[in-house]
Nanobody, 123 residues
Framework: QVQLVESGGGLVQPGGSLRLSCAAS????????IGWFRQAPGKAREGVSC????????YYADSVKGRFTISRNNAWNSVSLQMNSLKPEDTAVYYC????????????????WGQGTQVTVSS
């Protein structure tokens, strides 16, 4: 049974940092593309970042490029999202997901995702 469990969300001031983690079970994460999408209240789901299975190439939404970094930890079957220079517009629930391919469209077509972790950026 595929399971994704996110952690690391919270309340942070603008300009601060958070590190989200996603622990995978039921499959070997290294064999799949993996990533994150987010959803804020009243807004459409947005693909944030992903890392591809074959070559570990990465995708970042323009809104987070240069501030967020995605990485795998194959030994722990997990993926992390380091988020720096956070802005109020980054406030959302962040979901770890398994896109069929690593792109924004792929993230929105994810077959599996976790329960989400809340990130709130506010002073």
């Amino acid at each position: 049974q595929v399971q994704l469990v996110e952690s690391g969300g919270g309340l942070v001031q603008p300009g601060g940092s958070l590190r989200l983690s996603c622990a995978a079970s039921g499959f070997t994460l290294d064999d799949y593309s993996i990533g994150w999408f987010r959803q804020a209240p009243g807004k459409a789901r947005e693909g944030v970042s992903c890392i591809a299975s074959l070559d570990n190439s990465t995708y970042y939404a323009d809104s987070v490029k240069g501030r967020f970094t995605i990485s795998r930890n194959n030994a722990w079957n997990s993926v992390s999202l380091q988020m720096n220079s956070l802005k109020p517009e980054d406030t959302a629930v962040y979901y770890c997901a398994t896109p069929p391919y690593c792109s924004e469209t792929g993230l929105l077509l994810s077959q599996y995702w976790g329960q989400g972790t809340q990130v709130t950026v506010s002073s």
